[in-house]
Nanobody
Framework: QVQLVESGGGLVQPGDSLRLSCAAS????????MGWFRQAPGKEREFVAG????????RYADSVKGRFTISRDNAKNTGYLQMNSLKPEDTGGYYCAAEVSPIKIGVPATPVAYEYWGQGTQVTVSS
């Protein structure tokens, strides 16, 4: 079992920055990929970014490339999502997820690939 707890969300203005954290506990040695997803009201959950726990691979949604940076600190068992130049369309619940049983090499962008999920943290970008 892996437990994930997100933090760092909030209400910000367009152009501001936020850093989300995802603290992992339990069988953290089994994590292969940590991903971030978001979900706006009335919309499906969408992939934002992901990183292999080794740090060797990252993947970003086109909508956040150049603005968001994903990273992880293995010593702290924590993943991070640095979000810069935030836009109103970035508003939503942000969820971190862990893949522990990879089917193939790489960072999956589909929610079904991730076995464990946090409860989410809300990000609202509004003037």
């Amino acid at each position: 079992q892996v437990q994930l707890v997100e933090s760092g969300g909030g209400l910000v203005q367009p152009g501001d920055s936020l850093r989300l954290s995802c603290a992992a506990s339990g069988r953290t040695f089994s994590i292969y990929v940590m991903g971030w997803f978001r979900q706006a009201p009335g919309k499906e959950r969408e992939f934002v970014a992901g990183i292999t726990w080794s740090g060797s691979r990252t993947r970003y949604a086109d909508s956040v490339k150049g603005r968001f940076t994903i990273s992880r600190d293995n010593a702290k068992n924590t993943g991070y999502l640095q979000m810069n130049s935030l836009k109103p369309e970035d508003t939503g619940g942000y969820y971190c997820a862990a893949e522990v049983s990879p089917i193939k090499i790489g960072v999956p962008a589909t929610p079904v690939a991730y076995e464990y999920w946090g409860q989410g943290t809300q990000v609202t970008v509004s003037s």
